[in-house]
């Protein structure tokens, strides 16, 4: 079976290590091998000495010019590119897209970004403050790349988005990357690493690629490395406590789980653009990639008035999806299955947690017998709603309030229709990514932002008016904060340039005001 390599200290090798097998979790088929690697040490030794100097000699511009080359050089591949994520990733070509295209985007926005930034070796930020009234002494602060590696640990679900987005930023701030895709559908980042290092764009020690587990990788970080970690609150809670890292302050940043709510205000009514809307957002966020999206809605508040309609119209269009759930290489299939038998045994579990506060009122967590395959293969699970009584969906303690579900899985939570309600449930997440505002009367949303807004790293707003033009809430676009405070991780990714700020030292030029214009240039 064809063995994938790891890209380490400037070589393409194989791993010596235990063995893992990625499959196709449409058909079960054995696609390909990989080998835990060694000699992470000396990997994260060659990013340093080797990658960081030659980026930082390349400064902020040239660097913005790669990540443009980069970006026509993924979209050139881009059918061969889904092919392997409907195949890998149990993608239908719709998910596959969502990913790539994601990937391709985020490279287009920091090129952009970058083609703005100044030719030096550090950014300025912000205008210099006299220490103290009358002062002739100044505090400038300045950003400059930071020496270490940036160390990239990526989750199951965006293979390609999650790498390419994080080493984006990076690249620009002049940070050499080690990317850790997930093991079980790591055959998308493999492929595009190719690419992006068969190109010649990069630098030597720009770009490093561990396949398989990450082994010792974490004993060897260092106080100028930073790592970015997407993935489950568990794995989070151990990178962040490893004594290595605790040891050295490395930057952390974490993206973990988050149980994102969608909350419907008092006045929408059915039969409006703004109801439709609902019940589409809805449905995608079910749906998407099997509902495998860190941003997909889990918790539906609904106004009690509200509920039957909403019910009745969302399992309708569910209805119809359920019907065309099977392999994503057959063109009428309209979702495809989990990632793994372990996930799809996770979210059957999840499924059983959650159906003790909340009665499930459509979806069989067990069924089988899906589009294009025999019955009992793959990892197949239709989508499946739940419905809390208004009581239960105020129990804090609640398991909709506390498990994250990882597939085609969301609780209908009726509540009052207040905004202290609604707060109290968002709030009983413990923090997520995103929520989504469904409203027209602006007083509502007003007191809504304020009190929901503590809990999110995103809230997007829809109403009457925006509703056509409304995107679904678990599109993450590269200006807009990627990251949630609490379970969520309390990370913060992407948001434009604010998003370099990981790989950046922040440092304070103390001193005359005359002579810090000069230093910087502003004579
Ligand atoms: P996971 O099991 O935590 O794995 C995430 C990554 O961590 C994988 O690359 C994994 O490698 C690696 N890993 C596992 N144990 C590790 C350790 N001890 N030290 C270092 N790395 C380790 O999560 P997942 O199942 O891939 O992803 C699903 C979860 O990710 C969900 O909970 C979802 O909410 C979350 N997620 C969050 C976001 C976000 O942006 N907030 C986005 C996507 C997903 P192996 O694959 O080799 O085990």
Same mark, same amino acid.
């Given at each position: 079976?064809?063995?994938?390599?790891?890209?380490?200290?400037?070589?393409?090798?194989?791993?010596?290590?235990?063995?893992?097998?990625?499959?196709?979790?449409?058909?079960?088929?054995?696609?390909?091998?990989?080998?835990?690697?060694?000699?992470?040490?000396?990997?994260?030794?060659?990013?340093?000495?080797?990658?960081?100097?030659?980026?930082?000699?390349?400064?902020?511009?040239?660097?913005?010019?790669?990540? #443009?080359?980069?970006?026509?050089?993924?979209?050139?591949?881009? +059918?061969?590119?889904?092919?392997?994520?409907?195949?890998?990733?149990?993608?239908?070509?719709?998910?596959?897209?969502?990913?790539?295209?994601?990937?391709?985007?985020?490279?287009?926005?920091?090129? $952009?970004?970058?083609?703005?930034?100044?030719?030096?070796?550090?950014?300025?930020?912000?205008?210099?403050?006299?220490?103290?009234?009358?002062?002739?002494?100044?505090?400038?602060?300045?950003?400059?790349?930071?020496?270490?590696?940036?160390?990239?640990?990526?989750?199951?679900?965006?293979?390609?988005?999650?790498?390419?987005?994080?080493?984006?930023?990076?690249?620009?701030?002049?940070?050499?990357?080690?990317?850790?895709?997930?093991?079980?559908?790591?055959?998308?980042?493999?492929?595009?690493?190719?690419?992006?290092?068969?190109?010649?764009?990069?630098?030597?020690? $720009?770009?490093?690629?561990?396949?398989?587990? $990450?082994?010792?990788?974490?004993?060897?970080?260092?106080?100028?490395?930073?790592?970015?970690?997407?993935?489950?609150?568990?794995?989070?809670?151990?990178?962040?406590?490893?004594?290595?890292?605790?040891?050295?302050?490395?930057?952390?940043?974490?993206?973990?789980?988050?149980?994102?709510?969608?909350?419907?205000?008092?006045?929408?009514?059915?039969?409006?653009?703004?109801?439709?809307?609902?019940?589409?957002?809805?449905?995608?966020?079910?749906?998407?990639?099997?509902?495998?999206?860190?941003?997909?809605?889990?918790?539906?508040?609904?106004?009690?008035?509200?509920? +039957?309609?909403?019910?009745?119209?969302?399992?309708?269009?569910?209805?119809?999806?359920?019907?065309?759930?099977?392999?994503?290489?057959?063109? #009428?299939?309209?979702?495809?299955?989990?990632?793994?038998?372990?996930?799809?045994?996770?979210?059957?579990? #999840?499924?059983?947690?959650?159906?003790?506060?909340?009665?499930?009122?459509?979806?069989?967590?067990?069924?089988?017998?899906?589009?294009?395959?025999?019955?009992?293969?793959?990892?197949?699970?239709?989508?499946?709603?739940?419905?809390?009584?208004? +009581?239960?969906?105020?129990? $804090?303690?609640?398991?909709?309030?506390?498990?994250?579900?990882?597939?085609?899985?969301?609780?209908?939570?009726?509540?009052? #229709?207040?905004?202290?309600?609604?707060?109290?449930?968002?709030?009983?997440?413990?923090?997520?990514?995103?929520?989504?505002?469904?409203?027209?009367?602006?007083?509502?949303?007003?007191?809504?932002?304020?009190?929901?807004?503590?809990?999110?790293?995103?809230?997007?707003?829809?109403?009457?008016?925006?509703?056509?033009?409304?995107?679904?809430?678990?599109?993450?676009?590269?200006?807009?904060?990627?990251?949630?405070?609490?379970?969520?991780?309390?990370?913060?990714?992407?948001?434009?340039?604010?998003?370099?700020?990981?790989?950046?030292?922040?440092?304070?030029?103390?001193?005359?005001?005359?002579?810090?214009?000069?230093?910087?240039?502003?004579?």
């Amino acid at each position: 079976m064809n063995e994938l390599g790891s890209y380490l200290g400037g070589a393409w090798r194989n791993g010596d290590g235990p063995v893992a097998t990625l499959t196709n979790p449409a058909t079960d088929e054995p696609l390909a091998q990989v080998r835990a690697a060694s000699g992470l040490g000396e990997a994260l030794a060659w990013a340093r000495t080797t990658g960081g100097p030659a980026l930082r000699e390349q400064g902020f511009r040239r660097r913005a010019e790669t990540l #443009g080359a980069l970006a026509k050089l993924l979209h050139g591949a881009r +059918e061969e590119l889904i092919a392997v994520a409907v195949q890998n990733g149990g993608n239908t070509r719709g998910d596959a897209k969502f990913d790539i295209d994601g990937a391709i985007a985020v490279l287009a926005a920091y090129a $952009a970004i970058g083609a703005e930034l100044p030719t030096g070796a550090h950014l300025v930020d912000g205008e210099p403050a006299p220490l103290h009234k009358g002062s002739k002494l100044r505090a400038q602060h300045v950003l400059t790349p930071r020496l270490g590696a940036a160390i990239h640990i990526n989750a199951f679900n965006f293979p390609a988005w999650g790498m390419v987005g994080k080493f984006a930023v990076a690249h620009l701030a002049g940070v050499p990357v080690v990317t850790k895709p997930a093991t079980s559908t790591a055959m998308l980042a493999h492929r595009i690493a190719e690419l992006m290092l068969g190109a010649g764009l990069l630098p030597p020690g $720009a770009l490093q690629l561990l396949l398989g587990p $990450a082994g010792d990788l974490l004993d060897h970080v260092g106080p100028q490395d930073t790592l970015a970690f997407t993935g489950s609150a568990d794995t989070g809670a151990k990178i962040r406590g490893h004594a290595r890292v605790v040891a050295t302050n490395a930057r952390v940043n974490l993206e973990a789980d988050s149980l994102n709510a969608a909350i419907i205000g008092p006045d929408v009514e059915p039969g409006t653009e703004l109801f439709d809307l609902i019940v589409r957002d809805c449905v995608t966020e079910l749906t998407q990639k099997a509902g495998q999206k860190c941003t997909a809605t889990r918790r539906i508040l609904v106004p009690a008035a509200l509920l +039957e309609p909403l019910r009745e119209a969302l399992l309708d269009r569910l209805a119809a999806i359920a019907d065309k759930t099977g392999n994503p290489a057959d063109d #009428g299939v309209r979702m495809g299955p989990l990632s793994s038998k372990q996930q799809l045994a996770d979210a059957r579990a #999840g499924v059983a947690l959650l159906a003790r506060a909340a009665r499930i009122v459509r979806g069989n967590p067990e069924r089988r017998g899906f589009v294009g395959v025999a019955d009992g293969v793959g990892c197949f699970l239709e989508p499946i709603v739940l419905e809390a009584t208004a +009581e239960a969906a105020l129990d $804090a303690r609640a398991p909709f309030h506390a498990h994250e579900v990882f597939g085609p899985v969301a609780t209908l939570l009726p509540y009052d #229709g207040t905004v202290a309600s609604a707060a109290t449930i968002v709030a009983a997440g413990q923090g997520s990514l995103v929520g989504t505002l469904y409203a027209d009367d602006r007083s509502y949303t007003t007191a809504a932002i304020a009190a929901l807004s503590p809990w999110l790293g995103r809230l997007v707003l829809a109403s009457e008016k925006i509703a056509a033009a409304s995107l679904a809430p678990g599109c993450v676009f590269p200006v807009a904060n990627h990251g949630g405070p609490g379970r969520a991780g309390a990370g913060e990714e992407l948001g434009g340039k604010v998003g370099l700020a990981p790989y950046l030292q922040r440092t304070t030029l103390q001193g005359g005001a005359a002579e810090l214009a000069r230093l910087l240039g502003h004579e």
